[in-house]
């Protein structure tokens, strides 16, 4: 395939050219906007962690050997993992202004050939984004050799799939445990005006109703209450750095002490095994970390690092002293979990500050739900989960999306975690282990980006996946070890939704293996003439299918069957490609099939993971002007040698949509405020039937040759005559003599999910009346 790029602006459309010029002041808004979105889960921490280490294995004793040991690994796990880990390494390996896990993947795609998405091409790596962060690939010594190793051995490809998806599905599972914890956490002041034998049977009933508020508010989308949620947080840290001052001062100056790292010695030391399974309440203190890095796109690097480094990181660090402190004067509480966030706040504010936590909770379970939304969309992209319903819940922000299954999914399995444990013990548990998998699979995979992205010594890479995935392998095996105590929610969680990920992957990529071996060659298209009865009827005719080259096998099934096709006929793809986004200019990939007498184009829609499909009549506009676009730049390049001896092969050519070339549409009664300077393609007469009446506006300059005016004409006719759409109506089946396995995922689990996911988004907004369905079963 030749690939004929035309000159284009690459600064015409790039979202980043605004945050390489942005002055401090909008820097700061950034940040300020920042702390609602990305640091609501984080700030609320303070609430389940003193609780939920505290809870079962170790005791607070009047020694304060406990509390101190407490206070210096928090101090600590805070300023390595987000301060050290994120803040200055993990946010520099964005793609595109974009982070996540799945982030990391895609950026390990276009640095090393480990992509498992079938339909790729060379043309995808032109792609402006493709390599647009300048980072230079890994291209000598160890890291030349870690390349080449992953690119031949398909089973590393799958492993490092897996990876990604793991960390996925432990994101997933933090969206049904966030909201829990961080809900039950904050309405648990309620335990001290509350009898002891009672107050479970309020907490429970009003935590559940403050959930399902939550999920219910997801469809009117965060930006109609986002501008509350800053304000909340910051409010929200106000009150705990200045009860922590307060706490501090009043109570034990000296608690700072407890910062050297000589404490959690002699804590581990005095502790034992005890101190070794606490710290799975300890690592809570860093949820929602992640955020950080997954929320890249919405921000940029500095605003994030300001926020994080200045207001932040110094308000939790005084929370947790201040809350020591207390604890230090206080041996015997009586409350039910003897220890809690609440004991250390002055009993004459207790009420105003409980509101401020069940909003501030509110807020922090807002992020880790649109998070979720976000991450299933960029799986769904790409070809790693099923289809689901994607609702724009705002005009200007293309981020924020709603999707109605997943909401009430996570409703449900959230009220049944809050109701089946009723107390912050086992979620706690549940959550520590989500959390700390996501953070080991980012340190994998970011050992990796060190090598084959930021081209960097093994060593260093070695060095960071050592540092910090020995604290994190620790933190994890404290976690682990509670599986029968609650632990085993997000596993079993993960489980499921990586087996829903497994099934939907293989039994896609086994759906176009068949086409790709069942593709018709280009001798049977030549081959069709009227004197085999095949009838061509005017309009255009649009095939979906998932092929880049060659012709489909359910056209061959259509003719078959239905010995017709329209005069022009167009075979369209809609991929995604693992870039974040794609230009406009670089939208459509418009080449020719066959002879220019059959007009048989193929055109190629693609779209970035983060992207959103135009779900309206622009894109069956842009589909037709990047076909007008195509002859128009076809007819004004002189046929050389090469174009003759190349006639039965496709030639590619990038073309933009509608707002970024020369050639215009106008239907009906439309009329162009520049035509003056656009010549007007002659328009045909209309028979007394009523019908669309269509014309391109053409660049005067350069002039077309009178082949290329007579296929836009052609063109033109046969848009006016209208669009049919042809669509695969697929059935997949295991073909005889499959294993039980491959039988049981292809027959039942795949066919399932094919059956009850959403039809691609470009297919719910055809017209029902020129859409046909053509069936095809397909052994696999």
């Known amino acids: 395939m030749i690939l004929r790029r035309p000159v284009m602006d690459i600064e015409a459309w790039n979202p980043n050219n605004a945050k390489k010029k942005e002055s401090w002041k909008a820097v700061l808004t950034l940040a300020y906007q920042s702390l609602g979105v990305v640091y609501g889960d984080l700030s609320t921490s303070p609430l389940y962690v003193y609780k939920s ?26 300023t390595l993992i987000p301060l050290l880990k994120y803040v200055f390494i993990v946010l520099r390996a964005d793609d595109n202004g974009e982070g996540g896990t799945f982030a990391l993947y895609s950026l390990l795609c276009r640095h090393a050939r480990v992509s498992t998405l079938p339909n790729g091409q060379l043309a995808d790596e032109e792609l402006y984004e493709y390599r647009k962060d300048g980072i230079a690939s890994g291209d000598k010594g160890l890291g030349l050799s870690l390349k080449s190793t992953l690119e031949k051995h398909r089973l590393l490809q799958k492993i490092l799939l897996a990876l990604a998806l793991i960390g996925t599905c432990m994101v997933i599972g933090d969206g049904v445990l966030t909201p829990a914890i961080s809900v039950f956490s904050a309405v648990s002041g309620l335990e001290l005006v509350v009898s002891k034998h009672h107050h479970q049977y309020i907490e429970v009933p009003v935590a559940c109703i403050i959930l399902v508020f939550l999920f219910y508010l997801q469809h009117y989308g965060t930006h109609r209450i986002g501008f509350l949620f800053a304000p909340i947080v910051i409010t929200w840290l106000f009150c705990i750095s200045a009860i922590g001052v307060y706490n501090i001062f009043h109570w034990n100056p000296n608690v700072y002490q407890a910062l050297s790292p000589y404490y959690m010695y002699k804590f581990l030391k005095k502790t034992r095994k005890g101190g070794w399974m606490s710290l799975g309440g300890i690592l809570l203190c860093i949820t929602g970390s992640e955020a950080m890095f997954a929320d890249l796109g919405h921000f940029s690097q500095l605003s994030i690092k300001i926020a994080f480094s200045f207001v932040v990181y110094p308000s939790l660090i005084l929370a947790y002293m201040g809350q020591a402190a207390y604890l230090s004067r206080h041996h015997v509480i009586e409350s039910y979990y003897r220890i809690g966030f609440y004991e250390s706040v002055p009993e004459k504010i207790r009420w105003p500050v409980l509101g401020i936590a069940i909003l501030a909770a509110v807020v922090g379970s807002q992020a880790i739900i649109t998070g979720t939304f976000s991450i299933i969309k960029q799986c769904s992209a790409l070809g790693c989960f099923p289809r689901v319903r994607i609702i724009h819940t705002s005009s200007k922000m293309c981020g924020q999306i709603y999707i109605p299954a997943i909401n009430w999914t996570l409703m449900l399995l959230g009220l049944a975690v809050t109701i089946g444990f009723r107390d912050t013990k086992h979620i706690s548990n549940a959550s520590g282990l989500a959390v700390i998998t996501v953070m080991l699979v980012t340190t994998c995979l970011m050992s ?25 392998a620790l933190y994890f095996s404290a976690s682990l070890i509670k599986f029968l105590e609650g632990a085993w929610v997000p596993v079993a969680l993960s489980f499921i939704f990586l087996a829903i990920m497994y099934i939907w992957q293989y039994g896609t990529f086994q759906k176009y293996e068949f086409d790709l071996h069942n593709k018709v060659s280009l001798d049977w298209l030549l081959g069709l003439s009227p004197n085999l009865g095949i009838v061509r009827v005017r309009g ?24 017709a096709f329209h005069q022009v006929l167009v075979l369209f793809c809609v991929k995604y490609v693992p870039v974040p986004h794609v230009r406009p200019a670089e939208r459509f990939l418009v080449g020719r099939v066959g002879p220019k007498g059959y007009r048989v184009y193929r055109c190629i829609a693609r779209y970035g993971y983060r992207d959103s499909l135009t779900d309206d009549v622009e894109f069956e506009r842009d589909l037709v002007c990047s076909i007008a676009e195509f002859i128009r730049s076809e007819g004004e ?36 405020s520049d035509v003056a300077s656009d010549m007007e393609l002659g328009e045909t007469h209309s028979p007394d039937i009523p019908r669309k009446r269509v014309r391109f506006l053409v660049p005067e300059s350069p002039q077309m040759d009178s082949h290329a005016q007579a296929e836009l004409r052609e063109l033109m006719e046969a848009r006016e005559a209208g669009m049919a759409f042809i669509l695969g109506h697929c059935y997949v089946k295991a073909k005889s003599g499959s294993s039980l396995m491959k039988r049981v995922v292809i027959n039942v689990g795949y066919d399932f999910l094919r059956r009850n996911c959403a039809s691609p988004t470009y297919a719910l907004n055809l017209p029902r009346a020129s859409t046909l369905e053509v069936g095809m079963i397909y052994l696999v």
């Open 53 to 78: 280490t505290f809870a079962e294995d170790i005791k607070h004793s009047e020694s304060n050997e406990e509390i101190y040991g407490v206070l210096s690994f928090v101090f600590w796990t805070l």
């Open 540 to 563: 255009i005719g649009l095939i979906h299918t998932e092929l880049v080259s060659g012709i489909p096998a359910i056209f061959s099934h259509f003719v078959t069957n239905l010995p």
């Open 637 to 672: 390049e002189c046929d050389s040698p090469l174009d003759k001896n190349l006639e039965n092969e496709e030639k590619m050519t990038v073309i933009g949509t509608t707002s970024t070339h020369g050639i215009k549409m106008l239907e009906n009664d439309e009329k162009l």
């Open 448 to 472: 990796l980006v060190i090598v084959l992205c930021w081209n960097r010594n093994v060593v260093l890479a070695i060095c960071f996946i050592f540092f910090f995935g020995s604290i994190e």
